[in-house]
């Protein structure tokens, strides 16, 4: 397809509504979070980042609203400007990454100098890492799990009443995961309903469309103009042999979900919808 005659037909439309939902702002209700993810081997691409992903949407679950996601390497003073940073604009900052006994290594450090905080040598943690380092040499590698920032609060209760074996440690309203996806899987599992409370939750429907967003961008704008507390989403699916584009109508009030999604439909053409489960 010629490039011009592509962004005036079907980037031109999408752009207009793009820019007609930028009315949406942060509610007073609305309980926001930031992640930083940490580490040079993402920037590098030499691992793939599926924790910001995994947390992006286990926040959703809990009606967290994510603002933004920040990568950056294992850098003390880049951490603790982005940790500082954050913190003055989201509710809760999840770091990942960075926690260990090498060199690289750094969150605790960014995140001390973040809050004007030493490191200290936390007497619970010295006992776990004690253990399972099996050393009592405070200059063990091992031992470098132990030094955390100063007035750090250790989280242990998970969601089903018992403890974690190794605690989740936070500072004010930074919470520090491991980079490990299966650990800070596990533990985002067990004590994230426990930590990341909101009154707020989310409810979504779907529609699919074996449509061009281009030729749904009318009816598209009159839902977004009569549901201004609604957001809408718009996702092409290319070369798919059932369906061409999937819309997404989601809010905090149930109510006005249900009366955009019943809005959409009517609009479409109902030979247009495809039936299928958003799963």
Known sequence: MDLKFFNRIVLGPIRNFSRSNSRF??????????????????????????????????????????????????????????????????????????????????????????????????????????????????SDAGMKLAYIPKS???????????????????????????????????????????????ANRFYNRCVFCNLPEHKIVTQLQQVVDQFPDVRFGCYPKLFNSVYKVKLTIESSNEDSTLKAHARLMELIPKNCIVDMDDT
């Open 152 to 198: 750090s609060i250790l989280n242990y209760k998970t969601i089903a009443g018992s403890d974690l074996a190794y605690p989740m440690v936070s500072i004010k309203n930074v919470y520090m995961f491991p980079g490990i996806p299966e650990l800070l899987q596990k533990t985002i599992l067990e004590v994230g309903p426990i930590l990341f409370q909101c």
């Open 25 to 138: 702002q942060r509610k007073p209700n609305i309980t926001t979070a930031g992640i930083v993810v940490i580490g040079d081997e993402i920037l590098k691409g030499e691992v793939l980042d599926s924790n910001s992903r995994f947390l992006a949407k286990e926040l959703h679950k809990l009606g967290l609203q994510l603002r933004k996601i920040s990568i950056i390497p294992d850098d003390v003073e880049m951490i603790s400007n982005e940790v500082q940073s954050f913190s003055k604009k989201y509710d809760f900052v999840l770091t990942t990454g960075g926690i260990g006994p090498t060199h690289d290594d750094v969150t605790y450090e960014g995140v001390a100098l973040a809050f004007d905080k030493p490191l200290y040598l936390h007497p619970e943690l010295k006992d776990i890492c004690s253990e399972f380092y099996k050393t009592e040499d405070l």
